[in-house]
């Protein structure tokens, strides 16, 4: 069973950064690519930022200029550093992984439960 694990959310003050990673364990062959995505109360799950087996990364708007992603291959682990957080930042984070299994063919998408990430003003 593959499980991705978040962490790294917190509270942070407007103008801050955080640094959120997304650990995958279980029969792993390959991850060929990897979203972070977020859901504000009252408000649908949203893409954040995404990186592919190629290292091609891709942002939303709102990212673009604030958020890096990137990944471990080593650790099967991606990061999202985030700058300049602002209250509309404020969401849990999700990490999405499309899974090429060990076990059996084809890819999966895998979730992780998520992090919470608040900025306070």
């Known amino acids: 069973q593959v499980q991705l694990v978040e962490s790294g959310g917190g509270l942070v003050q407007v103008g801050g950064s955080l640094n959120l990673s997304c650990v995958a364990t279980?029969?792993?062959?390959?991850?060929?690519?990897t979203g972070w995505y977020r859901q504000a109360p009252g408000k649908q799950r949203e893409l954040v930022a995404s990186?592919?087996?190629?290292?091609?990364?891709e942002y939303a708007d709102s990212a673009k200029g604030r958020f890096t992603i990137s990944k471990d291959n080593s650790k099967n682990t991606v990061y999202l550093h985030m700058n300049s957080l602002q209250p509309e930042d404020t969401a849990v984070y999700y990490c999405?992984?499309?899974?090429?299994?060990?076990?059996?063919?084809?890819?999966?998408?895998?979730w992780g439960k998520g992090t919470q990430v608040t900025v306070s003003s």
């Open positions: 999405k992984n499309a899974v090429a299994l060990s076990t059996i063919g084809g890819i999966f998408d895998y």
């Open positions: 990186i592919r087996s190629t290292s091609i990364t």
């Open positions: 279980g029969p792993i062959r390959s991850i060929t690519a």
